[in-house]
């Protein structure tokens, strides 16, 4: 049996995480109405339900049973049991005993994680359960699995207990550094609320030793109709599916005398607070800042208007601050601000600068100085002017896809409906109140209303550093006196620069001629091929309305740049991409490109380079225009290079402090059989850098157009795309060399190699096992490793997990590739207590052994089948898995055809999941890595 929940709300993103307890906020302005496309209603009993139509995917439904219940209403004694209990729903029910209900879903083609999942925040608890909608019985009984979890809960003794080791290997996981800066900073970002200590986990002495009873009368108090909402957003018959919501949950009971569901807020006390943090593994010194305000709700017409201006003003707070950061010897090496929802009932604005070594001062004087020229003159009519158009743009594609978007998309705004009261008018009411907004929102009075942001109350400093800079911070007084002396200088309002040009292009180039076009029927695809030698394939879909995707390639990469100009060439493509295109640097290119739906990346890799990216239908041509620019018009910008430069060099400094960085480090190292093609960049070679070199290497690898294939996916009119491709495309130069991939044997290491790291304080180990060699590539071995894979997932999940409790989750993956030569990796990784990893290891290689010897289980195999049959079909709809399908097919020179998974999925049986698992986890080449801490 596999189990995966927990996707613990709010940890680790603590200050960005909001609660339905701000349903109590004031609220003004005219109400919006609820879109009418959703069916709600309430039973008797006080349960909520949301239903909704919905064919995005198709013949596939989502389904949340959300519960106004988390860990803020746990007593001292039931801290962690919200989440405890959350667990506790994979583990019995009354339909379902045991282990019944994951081993039937998995059965029917749900995946745990990606499907599957729950999780726990302060103040609610949230199942999810997508499921097919053709089997009926199958979504009936999924209806079942809802009510269930509802209150047909068994939590048995045994099952309780057994789960414990299993919580306690999720806290596991998020030992570190970030946990501990968040357990300090915490009870001031709070101040001092009971959030304080109703962290969803809970504690060690909790989970270790609650009795049974605790977790009962939590469920028994608080999982109770009046707090429960089911929502059903799928291809579905809305009345069928109310008949049966009425005739299954109309009986949920509440107790004879329910608790008052209270919601806790967090006090807004007047005062500022600041606070030093350090940790030895922290790489930079950063200065966080929180402005708090009362929060709202999204409710009003001017609850919209206020959203708007916010998502302005944090788009144009983050230009200014990264024109900043791109400056030649930059004050800091990051910036951001922004108004934000945070905790419970507050808002407010939220930033931090990441300053350079030995420049604390001058970083923090520079941030402040910016956010105070914002507050002392606000923005200037040429930024609101590109911010609405940004913003305009973005919400009018939203609208052109209405019809295509996901159920999930709209279950989660139900949640939050339920939760918070939050409006959820639909899309096109949304988009007419945003135009609206938009168009009657003057610079005046949008500078007027974000003076409220920069209040002098209610702020908190937190300084973030390394531990072998304590003794030499600033204290508050003198952090307070920078922004102090920032705020008095004199500050002259921002010059907003104009852009010079108007078009990407002074002349557009003159066409190409198609010299070739062939039709592939069963994909339903047209092969170009134009006077210079480039290769077009065209596949027209109607998976989104206004949605177009791209990649250009061609083999060769790395492979075909020599050793000793490698590592200009490894920074070649994020240089040119970093410095604009022709005579625009970024800043300016970003300008011209305001309101344009376009996403346009060059790329090098090992074994190819070219060019990715994306438009809405109206904005091929401005991105077809970037593509032949990021051939014929490539520059390197000096300043980004110095600054990337600078970048890296601190990340040396840094590279031995922070323990799975050095893991992770030497684990690429090992696997990359210490090829320094494959590894980190030693430091000494960033002074050796060359940006015109870098540049002259990435004009040579994109100087002959003759050998790359263009992969078109989307919404588009394959005749009138025709004219677009012969002009930005067919024009390209050409020189007809014909490259391929050179093989320099960047192989897997031969024989059995094990390594051990010793760093860090906490008692968290990191195991990795891997079995590689070399096989003949083809597409069918390739699929029976990939499925050994998912079986051994399932296998070890069930025994490491479920009978021992030594890890929270474990990942299983096979990577094959065909080319240069034909190569495979099984990889297996988890975390554990650094007293179990021998033990967990015996058990790994004991399952392996198993496959080997008595095969693979019939159950595992179905369940398997049916979760890669239901991801396929899904992904079938989507316009990234034909591009990607397709440029795979290219790139391994595999025939273009329809994926037939019905007849790959025969062919994956337990006897040739038990023949390849003999073949191929041989031992002959074995990687065993391992993370250990230093007490250890």
């Not at 974000?450 to 209610?458: A, E, M, R, V």
């Not at 180990?765 to 699929?783: E, K, M, N, Q, R």
């Not at 997932?793 to 021992?804: F, G, H, S, V």
């Amino acid at each position: 049996m596999i189990k995966f929940c927990c996707s613990i709300a709010a940890w680790g993103m603590l200050l960005s995480v909001f609660t339905g307890s701000v349903a109590h906020a004031q609220q003004t302005g005219e109400a919006v109405p609820m879109d009418p496309e959703v069916t709600i209603g309430k039973l008797p009993n006080g349960f909520t339900y949301y239903i909704r139509k919905n064919t995005t995917p198709e013949k596939r439904a989502v389904m949340y049973l959300v519960n106004k219940a988390g860990s803020i209403l746990e007593t001292d004694e039931q801290r962690g049991l919200a989440h405890f209990l959350e667990h506790m729903a994979f583990n019995g029910t009354t339909h379902y005993p045991k282990n019944e209900l994951v081993n039937y879903l998995q059965k029917s083609g749900v995946r745990f994680g990606a499907d599957l999942n729950a999780y726990t925040g302060f103040d609610e608890t949230v199942y999810q359960l997508p499921v097919s909608t053709e089997d009926k019985t199958v979504f009936r009984n999924a209806m079942q699995i809802m009510r269930d979890w509802a209150q047909e809960l068994t939590l048995s003794d045994e099952e309780i207990d057994n789960e414990r080791g299993v919580i306690l290997e999720e806290k596991r996981q998020h030992l570190g550094s970030a946990q501990r800066i968040q357990d300090k900073v915490m009870p001031l970002s709070v101040n001092q609320s009971l959030y304080a200590s109703r962290l969803p986990i809970g504690t060690e002495e909790v989970l270790k030793n609650f009795r049974h009873e605790q977790i009962r009368a939590f469920y028994k108090d608080w999982y109770r109709p009046d707090l429960q909402a089911l929502i059903v957003v799928g291809d579905v018959n809305v009345a069928q599916i109310e008949k049966s919501i009425r005739a299954m949950f109309s009986d949920l009971r509440s107790p004879a005398q329910p608790k008052e569901r209270k919601y806790t807020t967090i006090p807004l006390t007047g005062k500022n607070q600041f606070l030093v943090v350090t940790d030895p593994e922290v790489a930079t010194t950063r200065l966080e800042l929180s402005i708090k305000q009362r929060g709202n709700i999204i409710k009003t017409k001017t609850d919209f208007s206020n959203t708007l201006i916010q998502s302005l003003f944090n788009s144009m707070v983050s230009d200014r601050l990264n024109e900043v950061a791109r400056q030649k010897n930059a004050p800091f090496l990051s910036g951001s601000a922004g108004f934000s929802k945070m905790m419970a009932n507050l808002s407010g604005l939220n930033g931090r600068v990441v300053l350079k070594p030995g420049e604390t001062e001058k970083g923090i004087k520079a941030w402040w100085t910016e956010l105070q020229r914002i507050k002392n003159y606000g923005f200037t009519a040429g930024e609101l002017q590109r911010a609405k158009t940004s913003f305009l743009s973005s919400i009018s594609l939203s609208y052109k896809e209405r019809d295509k978007t996901p159920s999930e998309s709209y279950v989660k705004e139900y949640v939050r409906h339920f939760l918070e009261g939050e409006a959820s008018p639909g899309n096109a009411y949304e988009t007419a109140l945003y135009k609206a907004s938009a168009d009657t929102l003057t610079l005046q009075g949008f500078n007027a209303i974000i003076q409220s942001y920069f209040k002098d109350t209610d702020r908190d400093l937190i300084l973030v550093a390394n531990d072998k800079q304590k003794d030499s911070l600033p204290s508050e007084a003198m952090v307070l006196q920078w922004m102090n002396e920032a705020a008095v200088a004199p500050i002259a309002a921002y010059e907003d620069k104009k852009v010079l040009r108007t078009t990407l292009l002074d002349n557009v180039p003159q066409p190409g001629v198609i010299t070739s076009e062939k039709v592939i029927k069963d994909l339903g695809i047209t092969s170009l091929e134009f006077s210079n030698g480039l290769k077009v394939l065209l596949k027209p879909t109607t998976f989104k309305k206004d949605e177009i995707l791209f990649n250009g390639f061609n083999p060769g990469g790395l492979s075909q740049v020599s050793d000793a100009d490698f590592y200009n060439a490894s920074i070649a493509a994020s240089l040119v991409s970093a410095s604009g295109v022709s005579d625009m640097t970024q800043a300016e290119l970003r300008k011209l490109l305001t309101g344009k739906n376009v996403s346009v990346a060059p790329f090098i890799s090992e074994t190819s380079e070219g060019i990715s990216g994306g438009s809405a239908d109206e904005d091929l041509e401005t991105a077809l225009q970037l593509v032949y620019l990021y051939f014929t018009s490539p520059r390197k910008d000096p300043v980004m290079f110095s600054n990337m430069t600078e970048q890296a060099r601190l990340s040396y400094a840094n590279a031995n402090k922070a323990p799975r960085q050095l893991y992770s480090d030497t684990l690429s190292a090992v696997m990359a059989n210490y090829h320094f093609r494959k590894m980190q960049m030693p430091e000494q070679q960033l002074n050796l850098l060359d940006a015109d070199q870098a540049l002259a290497i990435y004009k040579n690898r994109f100087a002959d157009a003759a050998g790359f294939t263009f992969t078109f996916v989307g919404n588009f009119n394959t005749d009138s795309i025709k004219p677009l491709l012969a002009r930005y495309l067919g024009s390209l130069p050409a020189l007809h060399r014909r490259e391929e991939v050179k093989d320099l044997q960047l192989n897997y290491p031969q024989g059995r190699v094990v390594k051990k790291v010793i760093a860090g304080k906490e008692p968290q180990a990191i195991v990795t096992l891997a079995f590689s060699g070399s096989f003949p590539y083809d597409a069918a071995t390739s699929d029976q490793m990939k499925a050994l894979a998912g079986v051994l997932n399932i296998r070890l999940t069930e025994r490491l997990r479920e009978q021992e409790a030594g890890v929270y989750s474990v990942n299983v993956n096979a990577n094959t590739r065909k080319v240069p030569s034909g190569e495979y990796m099984f990889g297996i990784n988890f975390i554990c207590d650094p007293r179990n990893v021998e033990s967990l290891i015996l058990s790994v290689n004991s399952e392996i052994m198993k496959l080997k010897t008595t095969g693979v289980a019939d159950d595992d195999v179905v369940k398997y089948k049916a979760g890669y049959k239901s991801s396929v079909e899904r992904a079938f709809k989507e316009n990234g898995f034909w591009l990607n399908y397709i440029i795979s097919a290219l790139f391994n020179g595999d025939p273009l055809q329809q994926p037939d998974i019905k007849a790959r999925l025969q062919k994956i049986t337990p006897e040739t999941l038990q023949q390849t698992a003999v073949k191929y986890f041989n031992n002959a080449n074995y990687i065993r890595a391992i993370l250990v801490p230093e007490s250890n």
